[in-house]
T-cell receptor, first 109, second 114 residues
Framework: GQNIDQPTEMTATEGAIVQINCTYQ??????LFWYQQHAGEAPTFLSY??LDGLEEKGRFSSFLSRSKGYSYLLLKELQMKDSASYLC??????????WGAGTKLIIKP | DAMVIQNPRYQVTQFGKPVTLSCSQT?????MYWYQQKSSQAPKLLFH???????NEADTPDNFQSRRPNTSFCFLDIRSPGLGDAAMYLC?????????????FGPGTRLTVL
């Protein structure tokens, strides 16, 4: 079966750095997405990785290791508005998105 | 601005009373998706259309139907809503299925079943 694992919840402090991990087992791989979802709202795109390595985009970076079936999302200089759920999703061999359940990130002052 | 629009944002229906949710897009994307998302869970894909080609997920209940009359619009019909169908329903679009399939989401419709 196909599976995406990520922690259910994480807590961090405003101004700090947090790393949200995602491991996956899917039938094929055509890229990995990170989405941010605020409570009661739709997911919004953060990043896409298809090659190994780190992609940096402002305060957010995403890393991929295909051989390990592993990715992480790194958030720097945390702000209160970063409190949200972060969803990892993998594009499988049929180009279907397989979603993780999301990691709820709580930012404390 | 190009976007994905869902109406209504909040829908209340009674147990067993049919309901239709709508989605429209100005992105001119080929693919449209309907997802169901319950609290603290991953979005669950119900169906998707590649142009007019309809793709039903194997575990989508028969109670859920969809229509895509043209490129811009897609509808989700729930024929006899049960209490377990209360959820957020997300519509998304993408240009095509490969090689890069970023999905753009509408704001969602939160369905309450009384």
């Amino acid at each position: 079966g196909q599976n995406i694992d990520q922690p259910t919840e994480m807590t961090a402090t405003e101004g700090a750095i947090v790393q949200i991990n995602c491991t996956y087992q899917t039938s094929g791989f055509n890229g990995l997405f990170w989405y941010q979802q605020h409570a009661g709202e739709a997911p919004t795109f953060l990043s896409y990785n298809v090659l190994d390595g780190l992609e940096e985009k402002g305060r957010f970076s995403s890393f991929l290791s295909r051989s390990k079936g592993y990715s992480y999302l790194l958030l720097k200089e945390l702000q209160m508005k970063d409190s949200a759920s972060y969803l990892c999703a993998v594009l499988d061999s049929n180009y279907q998105l397989i979603w993780g359940a999301g990691t709820k990130l709580i930012i404390k002052p | 601005d190009a976007m994905v629009i869902q109406n209504p944002r909040y829908q209340v229906t009674q147990f067993g009373k049919p309901v239709t949710l709508s989605c429209s897009q100005t992105l001119n994307h080929n693919v449209m998706y309907w997802y169901q998302q319950k609290s603290s869970q991953a979005p669950k894909l119900l169906f998707h259309y590649y142009d007019k080609d309809f793709n039903n997920e194997a575990d989508t209940p028969d109670n859920f139907q969809s229509r895509r009359p043209n490129t811009s619009f897609c509808f989700l019909d729930i024929r006899s809503p049960g209490l377990g169908d209360a959820a957020m329903y997300l519509c998304a679009t993408s240009r095509g299925t490969e090689p890069y399939n970023e999905q753009f989401f509408g704001p969602g419709t939160r369905l309450t079943v009384l």
